[in-house]
């Protein structure tokens, strides 16, 4: 594929997250779980200009995807989309100016073509998304993620299939998880349905995920206490054989894929 969408990945985990999808007219702005001031000093890093934004997207409302979007709002004239039930969730989101779209909903931004899809967390009603760029009808470049999801829903699966930069939460190695330090409940949690994708989980999801069009494969929402990116990219980079080159985002420093 040709690239014309860039990704820049500025946070990615329990702490935080926040990624820009930058498209040939504009560009996206997918949560804000940093401050503004974070969020500004690592788009300058990665030469990300976010005076392109021209609309955001929040995929749930747990903080580290939120708890930056109320001060974000104050200085943004966009439109900000959520479901229904994200925006109703919490009451610092029920007052910011959403415009609810559902979570199988498509959308037209900066030149791109954005098709949401349902996940799996323990939220009111979550998705995630892909962007493509067509021309002709011909799908010529493809960005998309999962992230805080138990398990991949078969519109994920669909809806990652054949994306140039994929991204798929890789958020704990399950040995760890179960010898680490979280009570029983958070384990559980975390490990189930409704949790967040583990490292074999990734793994056995990519050779289903992947065509000739994927070049770039990128491990996302890493634990910090459960998880490891060099397990994340030993368990990754097996599973694509050669056929792709593997990333590992992070929670502390930016990463643009081009």
């Known amino acids: 594929m040709t690239p014309l969408i860039h990704l820049y990945l500025l946070a990615s985990g329990s702490k935080g997250n926040a990624a820009v999808v930058e498209g040939p007219q504009g560009s996206v702005l997918v949560d ?7 969020l500004h000093r690592r788009a300058d890093l990665v030469e990300c200009d976010l005076s392109r934004v021209c609309a955001m ?7 580290d995807h939120t708890s930056g979007l109320s001060v974000l709002s104050k200085h943004f004239d966009g439109p900000i989309y959520a479901t229904a039930g994200t925006a109703d969730a919490r009451s610092h989101l029920s ?3 959403f415009t609810p779209m559902p979570h199988d909903g498509t959308l037209e931004l900066g030149g791109m073509h954005v098709q949401a899809f349902p996940l799996s ?3 009111v009603d ?3 998304f892909r962007f493509e760029v067509r021309q002709d009808d011909t799908v ?7 992230t805080d999801t138990g398990v ?4 994920a699966k669909l809806a990652l299939r054949g994306c140039r930069t994929l991204g798929i939460e890789s958020n704990h190695d399950e040995v760890m998880l179960a010898n680490g330090p979280y009570p029983y409940y958070l384990r559980v949690r975390v490990g189930g349905s409704h949790g ?3 490292n074999a989980q990734a793994a056995k999801a990519l050779p289903k995920l992947m065509t000739d069009e994927t070049e770039t494969v990128v491990g996302m929402h890493v634990s910090e206490k459960n998880n490891r990116p060099d397990l994340v990219l030993k368990s990754l980079e097996a599973a694509v054989a050669g056929q792709a080159k593997v990333l590992v985002a992070s929670q502390t420093e930016p990463l643009a894929i081009w």
């Open 196 to 198: 967040h994708l583990s």
């Open 140 to 146: 010529v470049d493809a960005v998309g993620w999962a």
């Open 95 to 97: 007052r910011l100016p």
């Open 121 to 123: 967390h323990d939220v």
């Open 32 to 38: 804000c779980g940093i401050s503004r001031r974070e």
């Open 152 to 155: 991949l829903t078969k519109e």
């Open 126 to 128: 979550p998705m995630c």
């Open 57 to 63: 997207l929040v995929t749930h409302e747990h903080g």
